[in-house]
């Protein structure tokens, strides 16, 4: 796989309070860091992100703030966890999660293979239930109480269903969806163009969706540029005069 990995993207996120769009350049070490610089019209830098595997790190540089903490600590202020290693799988167009070692179960939809993870037929039919965008919101073919103690058994299990889709003439990965049964949470990645073979065939445009029960938040990166050169500069330093995020 690629250590390196630098492209410019046009983001798009959807979030509880609101849509924004930016354009951004985008650096990543492989199991080190990714590094995002949030450049919009003017060329003139408003944000920087560090996102390693075990923390955030954060500049706004139109209030002269900055935020440093652990992907935990995170999660508690932005209400979603920072994974670095699912933007870096995501941004390679890879089957996050996939195990060669374990067991899938196969079948078709709409012309595409689909392997889901071996878990209890139940979990994967609760892994549906709570997936988004698939139902809509109050159609649960569950009835709740049977979810809700499927997902307490899941609980004790610590039960996480992968499933991934693949074109089926490339054998490349077109979505990934990773369903966290026990935190109710699920990660939807669709890899939804991709470049040529000059590109090794990487996406050029992503969309992530990550949920739970109360709230949804997506990014679509529309990716050009791409190099796989590097080493590249991550330099991320926090300001004098730049004060602590409320």
Do not use: C
Not at 74 to 79: L, Q, S
Not at 159 to 182: G, K, N
């Amino acid at each position: 796989s690629f250590r390196y990995y630098s492209a410019k993207a046009s983001v798009e996120l959807e979030l509880p309070d609101g849509n924004k769009s930016f354009k951004a350049q985008i650096r990543s070490v492989r199991d080190s860091a990714a590094w995002i610089s949030v450049v919009p019209a003017l060329g003139i830098e408003v944000a920087r992100i560090l996102l390693t595997p075990d923390s955030l790190k954060l500049l706004d540089k139109v209030n002269d703030r900055y935020y440093v903490g652990d992907t935990a600590a995170a999660k508690a202020k932005f209400g979603l966890q920072p994974s670095l290693e699912l933007f870096q799988q995501a941004l390679l167009g890879k089957p996050i999660g996939l195990d060669p070692n374990e067991k899938y179960r196969s079948d078709r939809e709409d012309g595409q293979y689909v392997l889901t993870s071996k878990e209890k037929r139940k979990f994967v039919r609760a892994a549906e239930d709570i997936s988004p965008g698939d139902t809509l919101a109050h159609d649960r073919d569950m009835r709740e109480k049977r979810l809700e103690r499927t997902l307490r058994k899941a609980e004790e299990k610590e039960a996480i269903v992968l499933r991934y889709w693949i074109e089926p003439d490339s054998f490349l990965i077109t979505r990934v969806q990773i369903a966290d049964l026990m935190r109710d949470q699920t990660a939807d990645v669709r890899y939804e163009e991709r470049g040529g073979p000059e590109t090794h065939h990487l996406p050029t445009r992503i969309r992530i969706t990550l949920s739970e029960p109360a709230r949804q938040a997506s990014g679509l990166f529309e990716l050009s540029r791409i190099e796989l050169e590097g080493p590249l500069q991550l330099n991320f330093r926090v300001p004098e005069k730049f004060t602590p995020m409320p």
